[in-house]
């Protein structure tokens, strides 16, 4: 029975448990800060099983404290009670008959008491609080869905096709949507005053009823049903040749992927790095006035060669002939299964007025024992 009652205070009641599933998240936050790979954590997966397992100890404990809640004796006499005690010269009845005039209840044998506090409520909070956050966090991440579309000015793209995606990533339990409309990019604004970040017109069509206009931006999405649809940045992807001056010969022959500069570079607001054919160096791009800048190191030879998009057919530069055969300017769409933030920021602030409560009240609990100079007392634990 003893090992029962300890097993079951190990599960139910002792904290120390709780700290084996901080040690996933702290792996994955060093990883990430850190830069370095962990054994096991190269997906989701692991973090999402160390929730769900978090989730379910989180709402035994909800069930066991609820379970007591209006119960008189709700800790119980179980655990380790303090070290320190005293000793009165009054008999077991007399002792406990004065605590209970303070406000305290006995169980049964008449050994123990305690008074109802609020830290009990709180403790009972906060564990029902880190079930919610947990519950709903771990199903949103196994219904997660969220797509990238790399799109332009053109015809509509249907966003129910996995083909019009340039990347995926889907929960355990994520279906591909059969939902969303077919968008159509209108207009694209580049970054300005008005729109720093840049900007895109779209037009939505729903399988039945009226199109709809949007105008997405970065970190402003638009609701569709149960999704969100915004616009992360704007994408240029230059077709970039570079040859040997001498026999023509291409040492670079490749699509180079540009996104925006968080500080501009003089006049250029967008950069990409080459990527492959041992070539080093990358491309600058300002696309106001179609300007591209392009640095171009292999070896120990490094040229720096400036062009204008359709107006210079090539650039001869050092040993190297540059030319740009077509440019592509995209929109980066993202589209993205809405996660329940107001049930997670309830479930944080729930988790967060327990945690205060259950510190700022602390139980306060009696054993008592008679002896032969009169009754032994241990109280006041900082145990819960």
């Known amino acids: 029975m003893k090992a029962a009652s300890r097993l079951s205070r190990l599960l139910l009641v002792s904290p120390w448990p709780l700290l084996f599933f901080l040690v996933i998240p702290l792996l994955v936050i060093l990883s990430v800060t850190l830069n370095f790979r962990v054994f096991l954590l190269g997906s989701t997966k692991p973090l999402l099983i160390n929730n769900l397992c978090f989730a379910a100890v989180a709402g035994c404990r909800v069930l066991h404290y609820l379970g007591r809640l209006k119960k008189t004796i709700r800790y119980g006499s179980a655990g380790r009670r303090p070290r320190k005690s005293a000793t009165f010269p009054l008999s077991l009845t007399e002792a406990r008959a004065s605590f209970a005039e303070s406000g305290y209840h006995f169980d049964r044998a008449g050994n123990y008491g305690e008074k109802r506090d609020l830290g009990y409520v709180g403790i009972t909070a906060l564990y029902g609080g880190l079930f919610l956050l947990l519950a709903i966090g771990s ?6 869905f969220s797509g990238v579309v790399l799109d332009g000015m053109g015809p509509a793209t249907d966003l129910n096709k996995t083909g019009s995606y340039r990347t995926i990533t889907k929960g355990p339990l994520a279906a591909i949507p059969t939902s969303l409309p077919r968008m159509q990019i209108i207009k694209q ?7 720093p970040m840049g900007a895109t017109d779209v037009a939505l069509y729903p399988e039945e009823g009226k199109a709809r206009a949007f105008l997405l931006k970065p970190r402003e999405p638009v609701s569709y049903g149960a999704y969100d649809i915004y616009m992360a940045k704007l994408v240029f992807e230059p077709q970039i040749v570079i040859k040997r001056r001498d026999n023509r010969q291409p040492v ?3 699509i180079v ?5 968080v500080q501009k570079r003089g006049v250029y607001s967008f950069y990409g790095l080459f990527q492959g054919y041992s070539l080093g160096g990358g491309v600058y791009y300002q696309p ?5 800048m392009l640095v171009v190191t292999k070896g120990n030879e490094k040229v720096v060669s400036d062009m204008v998009f359709q ?3 090539e650039v001869t530069h050092g040993d190297f002939i540059i030319s740009c055969e077509k440019m592509g300017q995209w929109s980066e769409i993202h589209v993205v299964h809405r996660r ?7 479930g944080g602030i729930v988790a967060l007025v327990g945690l205060v409560l259950r510190l700022a009240v602390r139980p306060q609990r009696v054993w008592l024992e008679e002896t032969a100079d009169g009754c032994r007392v241990w109280g006041n634990t900082a145990e819960g």
């Open 139 to 144: 199903w949103d991440n196994l219904r997660q």
């Open 189 to 195: 604004y580049l970054p300005d005053s008005v729109y």
């Open 252 to 254: 670079f022959n490749s």
């Open 257 to 261: 992927t540009l996104n925006p500069l």
């Open 288 to 292: 106001e006035k179609s300007n591209l």
């Open 311 to 313: 107006a210079d057919q």
């Open 340 to 346: 329940h933030k107001g049930l997670l920021v309830l």
